[in-house]
Structure formats: C-alpha cells, structure tokens
C-alpha cells in the first residue's frame, strides 16, 4: 500500500493492521487528512490446533509493542485495555468454501473487551463465490477459477451485507460498551493470473473505497497524532460509529440519534423517557430499518427519515439497505444505542 490509494479514496485515517506485527514508522505516513495508527494482529497459539477449536483472530488497536501470539487473550485484552490502548475487532467468520481457507474465526465471546467486525469485504467475495449452488465446496478447479474470475472482474458486486450469522451474533449482545461494531476491507492487493489474463485483484482503492467505518468525535482531527489517536480509538470502542459500503453512495452525512431528556448518539446508553424519539437521517433514499434485539420494530422504504417513538428498553441498532449494481445491498450498519 502506498499513500496515494488511501487519499484518492478520501480516508481521513487509515489503521494498519498485519498478522502478529506491530507495523512501525506509519504515524503521520499520510499528509493532510490522512492519520493512521499502529496495530497488529494476532491470532491465539498454537494454530495448528483443529478446526473445531477455538483459533480467534483480532485486530489489537493502539500503539506500543509487537504483540505476540496469545494463549490467554483475556489476560493480553485486559493488560491492554487498562493502558486504553486496545480495542479487538474480531472477525466470527469460519471456513470459506470457495479457497478453503483455515477457521480463523473469533469463538470466545464470553471473553471481555472484544469489538465485532460485522463486515469484511474479502470475506464477502469468498461467501459470494460460493453460494450460487448453495453449501457446494468449489474443489472443481474449472468452476472455482470461473467463480475466481467473476469476483477479480466485479468485486462490488459481491458485498450484499453482513452475514445473517453474525447479525444475530451481534443482536444477542445488548449491553452497553460490550461489543461495538466496525467494518475492515482486509485489503490484500492480490496478484491474479488466469491464462493470459493478470490483473490485481480487489486493489486497495477499490478497498478503500468500499467498506468503511465512518467515526462520531466531538473533536476536529488535527495532525497531531497522539491526538488523533486517542479521538480515533475512543470512538471506536464506545461504538460512536456506523459500518458503511460506500460504493453505492457515500454514507458520510448518515446520522442516528435520540431526542430525550438529552440527546443520545450511537453507542451511548441513555434512560426511555416519556417522549423520547428516535431519529435517523440517511444522505439518500434507502430502505431504513430500526431494530431491537434482532427484531424489526419500524421501517421506511425509499427514505431519507425515519421517526420512532420507543416503547421499551434496548438495543436499537439502524440497518439501511440500497438499491445497486441490480439489487437491494446492505449500505449503513449503525452501532445501537441503548435505552434503559
């Protein structure tokens, strides 16, 4: 990756993430808008243990040290988060059919302090690939370089949405500040050859111009980077943020509140008052979705507002979805806010 890629898409920051390396000399890479910060992936050791076990895989957001691979990820989350360094975005993704890859999915949730990344563009094209004929494993080598090929030549039209597992995953947390959602385009760059035909395949502006995650701070982000930084991750793990796919339409201007006693945003818990009102406000018409615990309890087609008075505590999360590229795509995945 290189600077030119993150500001031709628009980024405001970039966070860098590799496996079980802490990525040094990125602070301050980009000029102008652009603040990235440090992080590494790990992955729990041993990896070799079989598929059935538990093989998490997470984003370590912050700054410091090479983080190593974890037998007690509890013990590296907590140490870490108590220096406010950390917030882990794990993936619950598992087997892909299309390559066979390794389960590197996250299974420990009853562990504390973890983010959940719902969407991840990469991951969306190996799910895409192989459900045209349904649970089929791609071993045909014809048919996986076809399906291959499909997904090199119009990758966005493989992103339909977060994965219905990992919905309702992510409806069954409903405490505040227990699992705040991000989005990762898990951009790879990868070379592809099909005969005569080579070409990179999901290229990291495509990426980055795909799914994002699109922060709220009460703050300008202003070039310095300890600054930024703090900002950034503050957002992040209190879940002041919404998931967007961009390539439909931009999702900057997406805005989600509750007018009550005082005014609520994504990620914050606040107390159902007589007459609190839900408000959401979408930058173009969609097909808005206010829901709780999973459940669906208002909606509005082809829509830029939607009001709603709740009745009961919660979970309230906004799902907006959008007509592209032929069909009704997820576009804004919005953290809940949570009354009680």
Known sequence: MTPREAIAAGLDFIIVTDHNVWVRGVEGLLPDRQRPCAAADWRRSPQRAPPAASLPSAGLWGKGRVVPYAADPQ???????????????????????????????????????????ILELYVQCQERGRQPSGAIVYQNKLIASIVSLRMALRPETAVLG???????????????????????????????????????????????????????????LNGDIEHDRALILRAIGRGHSWVGYDMPHPTRGFRYTVQGERRGHMGDEMVLGTGATIQISTPARCHIRLIRHGEVVAEAERATNLAYIPTEPGAYRVECLIEYEGRERGWIYSNPIYLR
């Not at 013990?75 to 882990?88: A, F, H, K, P, V």
């Not at 597992?165 to 409806?171: A, F, I, S």
């Not at 005969?195 to 703050?219: D, K, Q, S, W």
Request: overall charge negative.
């Open 75 to 117: 013990q590296l989350i907590s140490e870490t988060l108590t220096g406010g360094l950390l917030l882990s975005g794990a993936s619950p993704r598992t087997r892909s059919g299309l390559i066979n890859s390794p389960d590197l999915g996250w299974h420990d949730w009853e562990i504390e302090g973890t983010g959940l990344e």
């Open 162 to 220: 977060p994965e219905p597992e990992t919905l309702k995953l992510w409806d069954g947390f409903w405490r505040p500040a227990c699992v705040a959602a991000v989005g990762n385009a898990d951009a790879h760059a990868t070379p592809m050859r099909l005969g005569p035909i080579e070409r990179i395949i999901y290229p990291y502006e495509f990426l980055f111009r795909a799914v994002n995650t699109h922060l709220l701070i009460p703050r300008e």
